[in-house]
């Protein structure tokens, strides 16, 4: 999420130190593995929301992450193994 400002409020400081927590874990995993993982991890997260708000919740959080593979791209190398 480097396009995020850490100085800009509490919100944007604490996704910036949650996603360097977490990349570290999944720095040198199989994209077999961490796909998966991750499928797991955001599933949780959109069923704690009330099912009635769960598309909708599911719909921007898969606009947020199209934004963030457009800025990240330019930073991240390809790191699955059948792309290169």
């Known amino acids: 999420m480097r396009h995020i400002d850490p100085s800009n409020d509490e919100?944007?400081?604490a996704v910036v130190q949650l996603s360097r927590e977490i990349c570290p874990l999944l720095s040198g995993q199989r994209t077999d593995v961490t796909?998966?993982?991750?499928a797991d991890v955001v599933s949780i997260f959109i069923v704690?929301?009330?099912s009635?708000?769960?598309e909708?919740?599911?719909?921007?959080?898969?606009?947020l992450?199209?934004?963030?593979?457009?800025?990240n791209a330019q930073y991240v190398p390809i790191q699955n193994e059948y792309l290169q």
């Open 56 to 63: 909708a919740i599911l719909k921007s959080w898969l606009r």
């Open 48 to 50: 704690s929301f009330p």
């Open 35 to 38: 796909g998966p993982a991750l």
């Open 65 to 71: 992450v199209r934004e963030l593979m457009a800025v």
């Open 52 to 54: 009635e708000q769960r």
């Open 11 to 13: 919100i944007s400081k």
